[in-house]
């Protein structure tokens, strides 16, 4: 079954190669190159060989280069989606060696633990990364009232209460920051302190 369902996978690969002059990608002309590519990739039921050439975007000398079927595949760092997904969700409670040790017992060929090693931080890396992009956008469109002098993140189980000082104040006030109000299950408490630090 396991050899039925890898040449299922190796097929879908083979079946998305080009060797087109031009591909666009987002709007972007790129160029076959002259020189050969190839690349393995794996998946959950052993490697994939590929060949296929690679494009540099029209007009730009020297340009990075791309291979169309990652990104016509979803290819994450040389893994098919279905495998990097499995290999993500389980690379969050072990290590590479349990990892590998994992996915044989579930009937998986995994590639080496380097390779899941290096996989596996480089995935965190580009999550890392996405996190921090997401992060800053959200802050830049964020509504925040003047009042407020710091905002404040802490592990708890649910959103709190608010805290209202005098008007005239001489304690600060703490409110449930309104996005975490909406998800608790985040078991994370925002809270704005007004006419701290003032």
């Not at 490697?47 to 791309?66: A, D, K, S």
């Not at 499995?86 to 579930?106: D, K, Q, Y």
């Amino acid at each position: 079954m396991r050899d039925v369902l890898w040449k299922d996978g190796d097929d879908d690969l083979q079946e998305s190669i080009t060797d087109a002059d031009e591909v666009d990608v987002d709007g972007k002309r790129y160029g076959r190159l002259k020189q050969s590519s190839s690349a393995t990739y794996a998946g959950r039921f052993g490697p994939h060989y590929v060949q296929e050439p690679l494009y540099r975007e029209l007009g730009v000398h020297n340009g990075p280069t791309i291979k169309p079927i990652e990104l016509r595949m979803g290819i994450i760092e040389h893994m098919t989606p279905d495998m990097a997904r499995v290999v993500g969700a389980l690379s969050a409670e072990r290590g590479s060696r349990a990892l590998e040790r994992t996915l044989r017992i579930v009937g998986h060929v995994p590639p080496s633990r380097a390779f899941l090693a290096d996989r596996i931080t480089a995935m965190g890396a580009n999550i890392a990364d996405a996190a921090a992009d997401l992060e800053s956008d959200a802050r830049a469109v964020e509504i925040v009232s003047e009042e407020v002098a710091s905002v404040t993140l802490w592990p708890g189980p649910d959103v709190g209460t608010n805290e209202r000082g005098n008007p005239g104040g001489q304690r600060a006030s703490t409110h449930s920051h309104g996005a975490l109000r909406a998800c608790p299950s985040t078991a994370k408490r925002a809270s704005l302190s007004h006419g701290v630090g003032r």
